[in-house]
């Protein structure tokens, strides 16, 4: 049997019952074969994949808190720190129903390969708790993270391990969290966490730059291609700050986005989401109603409930910015038959490996997640470098960086592609590149 095979089966084995996990195992080591045939005896006596796919540790722990009612709850916190070869563990927490210890070893294992992308020295990790802030006072999810940071804090720091946002954690979460690690440690160590705000060492862009760093990271691809985003249309899912930072990038560079969505169903938009309806965006999730039916009223467009806009709606370019798991064989068969060509993945694994493989056998163009939405954790790389060298640098700044990034990620990509002699396979040569930065600093640093 082929070491990859091996592994895989050894970690299906090992992981009974995590399907989002083994999901990422298979489609990553799935596509490390070329790097494999031209290293396996060093990779197989370093163990470079069994170590890669066993997390250096999994944290699981009880969250208790109060609500307003005086009604005591109990949650599941996790932090799973998977690999640190190449920098302190950097991922994000995120605070959903559905957040299992599956979930959580899938987005840290990918948050891996993604921050070696970056070129900045961050290792992968994740974590969060099965909390649902929906409907949630700003007392209680203040008292929600203090009880999670009493525990959090003993397995972070600076220089070991930075978290930040992820779904259900933005900028409130991000202070109380931050106040409650200052309160425990009796410090101001502010580049424990990122995704601060501006007035404690957050950095500039950061809101913006998962957004804005997928629509660089495509204009890379358009380019690489001979296009451009200038009149493309584009649909999106998911109306939160990803969705958000995407609609302003995309219009400014002349794309037109058609529709966005939310639990409810999707908006679809023939003029365009754009001006003040990109604002409204910001509103509509202030106000913690979780519907993105509320544009459809406020703009008067058609508003399709219970559904994906995937195969519904025709368009150039599809950008998932909601979920893992949103595109399934069925949409994909709809994309392919409604003449899309670029799927642009944003959110964490939005599509099945089935569907991937679909659609890649049909001619779409997959830029897939870990590089699109690396921009998110490349500013949150930033931000860690501005507040241990204590300054903060410009709008202009770190907007430059973020795009030089980006560019530099596609760069990896293609530079990957060709060392093995492929075509523009723009998976696999995402987990190529973001492989062989960890597969060497491992290996240097000897079995641990
Ligand atoms: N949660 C984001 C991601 O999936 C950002 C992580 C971070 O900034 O550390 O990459």
Not at 8 to 32: C, D, H, Y
Not at 211 to 233: M, Q, W
Request: hydrophobic fraction near 40%; include cysteine; proline fraction near 4%.
């Amino acid at each position: 049997m082929s070491y990859i095979s091996e592994v895989i089966e050894m970690t299906e084995r090992k992981n009974p019952g995590e399907a989002e996990f083994m999901q990422t195992v298979r489609e990553v080591l799935g596509s490390l074969a070329p790097a494999v045939a031209a290293n396996e005896k060093v990779l197989r006596d370093n163990c470079i994949l069994e170590r890669m796919v066993e997390p250096d540790r999994q944290i699981i722990f009880r969250v208790p808190w109060t609500d307003d009612k005086g009604v005591n709850h109990v949650n599941r916190g996790f932090r799973v720190q998977f690999n640190n070869a190449i920098g302190p563990y950097k991922g994000g927490l995120r605070f959903q129903p559905n957040v299992t210890l599956s979930v959580m070893k899938f987005l840290a294992f990918e948050q891996t390969f993604k921050n070696s992308l970056t070129g900045l020295p961050m290792g992968g990790g994740k974590g969060g708790s099965d909390f649902d802030p929906a409907g949630k006072s700003d007392a209680e999810v203040m008292r929600f993270c203090y009880s999670f940071m009493t525990e959090l804090y003993r397995h972070i720091g600076p220089d070991v391990d930075v978290p930040a946002g992820d779904m259900g954690v933005g900028a409130r979460e991000i202070g109380y969290l931050f106040g409650a690690y200052k309160k425990i440690r009796g410090a101001y160590e502010n580049g424990v966490l990122t995704g601060k705000g501006l007035s404690f060492g957050g950095s500039l862009i950061r809101p913006e730059a998962t957004g804005f760093g997928a629509t660089y990271f495509f204009n890379e691809v358009l380019e690489h291609l001979g296009e451009s985003i200038k009149g493309k249309t584009f649909c999106l899912s998911g109306f939160g700050n990803v969705a958000w930072g995407a609609a302003l990038k995309i219009t400014e560079l002349g794309g037109k986005v058609l529709t966005l969505s939310g639990p409810d169903g999707y908006i679809y938009d023939k003029d365009g989401v754009s001006g003040d309806k990109i604002d409204y965006m910001l509103t509509m999730r202030a106000s913690g109603r979780n519907v993105v039916k509320d544009y459809a009223d406020k703009y008067g467009c058609e508003f399709v409930a219970g559904k994906k806009p995937w195969g519904n709606v025709k368009a150039d370019v599809y950008m998932p910015c909601a979920m893992q798991n949103e595109i399934r064989i069925e949409d994909a068969k709809a994309m392919v038959s409604a003449g899309v060509k670029y799927l642009n993945e944003v959110s964490n694994m939005p599509t099945t490996n089935e569907a991937l493989a679909y659609l890649q056998a049909n001619g779409v163009i997959v830029a897939p997640s870990k590089a699109v939405n690396a921009g998110g954790v490349a500013v949150s790389g930033l931000e860690m470098s501005q507040n241990s060298e204590r300054l903060a640098w410009t709008e202009k700044e770190v907007d430059d960086k973020l795009k030089h990034i980006m560019k530099g990620i596609h760069t990896q990509i293609t530079d990957a592609l060709s060392a093995y002699g492929m075509g523009y396979d723009l998976v696999a040569g995402a987990n190529l590149a973001g492989f062989k930065k960890v597969a060497d600093a491992m290996i240097a640093q000897g079995l641990n």
